[in-house]
């Protein structure tokens, strides 16, 4: 069973940075993308920004020019980093990734959603 953990969260300044990064336990026969979701207080699940295995990478439009995603597919790693935090940004970021979990899988293109726990990110003075 592959889980996700993510790390790196916590209080920042306004105008600060934080990195933050996920692991995988576990195994998984192909990732297809990986990306980064948060959640703030009373607000939906929105995603932050993806990548996909060959390298594209996508950001919601409040994020633009401040974050930046990178990863490794083939050893299920990932990471955001965050400049220029604003109060805005605070929320519970959660690390995800979309694949197969097996060859079987695979080729009947069964792909599974997996999720970390989430980190808490706080934007502060």
């Known amino acids: 069973q592959v889980q996700l953990a993510e790390s790196g969260g916590g209080l920042v300044q306004p105008g600060g940075s934080l990195r933050l990064s996920c692991a995988a336990s576990?195994?998984?026969?192909?990732?297809?993308?990986m990306g980064w979701y948060r959640q703030a207080p009373e607000k939906q699940r929105e995603l932050v920004a993806a990548?996909?295995?060959?390298?594209?990478?996508n950001y919601a439009d409040f994020v633009k020019g401040r974050f930046t995603i990178s990863g490794d597919s083939a050893k299920i790693t990932l990471s955001l980093q965050m400049n220029s935090l604003n109060p805005e940004d605070t929320a519970v970021y959660y690390c995800?990734?979309?694949?197969?979990?097996?060859?079987?899988?695979?080729?009947?293109?069964?792909?599974?959603?997996?999720w970390g726990q989430g980190t808490q990110v706080t934007v502060s003075s």
């Open positions: 576990g195994s998984i026969y192909r990732i297809k993308a």
């Open positions: 995800y990734a979309r694949g197969f979990r097996s060859l079987f899988d695979y080729r009947r293109k069964a792909e599974s959603d997996l």
């Open positions: 990548i996909t295995s060959d390298g594209n990478t």
